[in-house]
């Protein structure tokens, strides 16, 4: 089945700096979603995006599924930003979403 | 528009007891997925169904475990005789087909077995 190795496993930042999360999936998908899931642990869906590129306020999003990754760019971190960023892909002939272990992100004031 | 509501949102059991988890999906959607967070892991599928029909339970527990979706009210979760292994973050989503459609995920379950 896929395999879905996300980097780094955790990032500490300033307030106000920009950061690159990657997810590498191992084979093609029909369905990839990024995830933030804030420390009260609720999920929260940040993008669907099984190729292309997608933008949301301070959030955005690029997936090349010819070279299998995906990247999720924040641009001037807050404090509420914190939380974990899983990385979800599914494909093949199964709909079930592989989930990554997820960069923990830190940003302080 | 309502999204997926779960309930409850936490469920303490003893050990040996049942825990039913219900998932009601968002309005128009007939797919529902439960997983399934351990402390400190990600997530890890449990089981997918559609209304009256388990189409892959292939991360399913083989004992104590199991899942329906009737064709009138919510999905529910049942866990026989919980241990305390079983205490984890259980999350159910939504999409509207199967295949290449977003999942939408409820704000999650967390059973705590004493």
């Known amino acids: 089945g896929i395999q879905v190795e996300q980097s780094p496993p955790d990032l500490i930042l300033q307030e106000g700096a920009n950061s690159t999360l990657r997810c590498n999936f191992s084979d093609s998908v029909n369905n990839l979603q990024w995830f933030h899931q804030n420390p009260w642990g609720q999920l929260i869906n940040l993008f669907y995006i099984p190729s292309g590129t997608k933008q949301n306020g301070r959030l955005s999003a690029t997936t090349v599924a010819t070279e299998r990754y995906s990247l999720l760019y924040i641009s001037s971190s807050q404090t509420t930003d914190s939380g974990v960023y899983f990385c979800a892909a599914g494909g093949g002939n199964t709909d079930k979403l592989i989930f990554g272990t997820g960069t923990r992100l830190q940003v302080f004031p | ?114």
């Open chain 2, 1 to 114: 528009n309502a999204g997926v509501m779960q309930n409850p949102r936490h469920l303490v059991r003893r050990r040996g007891q049942e825990a039913r988890l219900r998932c009601s999906p968002m309005k128009g959607h007939s797919h529902v997925y439960w997983y399934r967070q351990l402390p400190e892991e990600g997530l890890k599928f449990m089981v997918y169904l559609q209304k009256e029909n388990i189409i892959d339970e292939s991360g399913m527990p083989k004992e104590r475990f199991s899942a329906e979706f009737p064709k009138e009210g919510p999905s529910i979760l049942r866990i026989q005789q919980v241990v305390r292994g079983d205490s984890a973050a259980y999350f159910c989503a939504s999409s509207p087909s199967g295949g290449a459609y977003e999942q939408y995920f409820g704000p999650g379950t967390r059973l705590t077995v004493t």
